[in-house]
T-cell receptor, first 114, second 112 residues
Framework: DGGITQSPKYLFRKEGQNVTLSCEQNLNHDAMYWYRQDPGQGLRLIYYSQIVNDFQKGDIAEGYSVSREKKESFPLTVTSAQKNPTAFYLC?????????????FGEGSRLTVL | DAKTTQPNSMESNEEEPVHLPCNHSTISGTDYIHWYRQLPSQGPEYVIHGLTSNVNNRMASLAIAEDRKSSTLILHRATLRDAAVYYCILRDVVEYGNKLVFGAGTILRVKS
């Protein structure tokens, strides 16, 4: 099946631990994005990557890190420096360098810090 | 990014049309108007987008005011599956990468 796979769907973490969320896509899309969503809020952009081996900070990058070593993969690490990491994390992709096309979203990963 | 203003929530009856408004008074000439919707505990789903002319697709219609300072997403016959949060977003055509900025959106409730 073509699409975006995020894993794990649910994740629990103790304070002070780093955790990595996976995002894999087989849509052959160039651009990939990570968004965070808090209850009752809209989505906020964490990081985005327009091409392999390149990525830019979004609006709330502090306490997060990413890598883009392969076109298909854009993992997000939530570090212990992130003060309030409990949230719903969404990965998205878009095709090529168009500015008018749509974003495709994964099912999301829900992270809870205990 | 230019900002949009949407009502917090709206309610509709099943099988009736729904008009979801969006104000964007600071829109620039190169901003596209995008609409997405999000079901509970799922990722957002693309609905429609446009620049100046009204647009139709299988999901909805987008009516854009002549001065482009407002737009309306039209669901022609609401179903229970249309109950979701609807986001109106402006997208600058000169900015590369489809970086979309989401607001809080409009919660649409559909009554049977």
């Amino acid at each position: 099946d073509g699409g975006i796979t995020q894993s794990p769907k649910y994740l629990f973490r103790k304070e002070g631990q780093n955790v990595t969320l996976s995002c894999e896509q087989n849509l052959n899309h160039d651009a990939m994005y990570w968004y965070r969503q808090d209850p009752g809020q809209g989505l906020r952009l964490i990081y985005y990557s327009q091409i392999v081996n390149d990525f830019q900070k979004g609006d709330i990058a502090e306490g997060y890190s990413v890598s883009r070593e392969k076109k298909e993969s854009f993992p997000l690490t939530v570090t212990s420096a992130q003060k309030n990491p409990t949230a719903f994390y969404l990965c998205a992709t878009s095709f090529g360098q168009t500015n008018t096309g749509e974003l495709f979203f994964g099912e999301g990963s829900r992270l809870t810090v205990l | 990014d230019a900002k949009t203003t949407q009502p917090n929530s709206m309610e509709s009856n099943e099988e009736e049309p729904v008009h979801l408004p969006c104000n964007h008074s600071t829109i620039s000439g190169t901003d596209y108007i995008h609409w997405y919707r999000q079901l509970p505990s799922q990722g957002p789903e693309y609905v429609i987008h446009g620049l100046t002319s009204n647009v139709n697709n299988r999901m909805a219609s987008l009516a854009i005011a002549e001065d482009r300072k407002s737009s309306t997403l039209i669901l022609h016959r609401a179903t229970l599956r249309d109950a979701a949060v609807y986001y109106c977003i402006l997208r600058d055509v000169v900015e590369y990468g489809n970086k979309l900025v989401f607001g809080a959106g409009t919660i649409l409730r559909v009554k049977s």
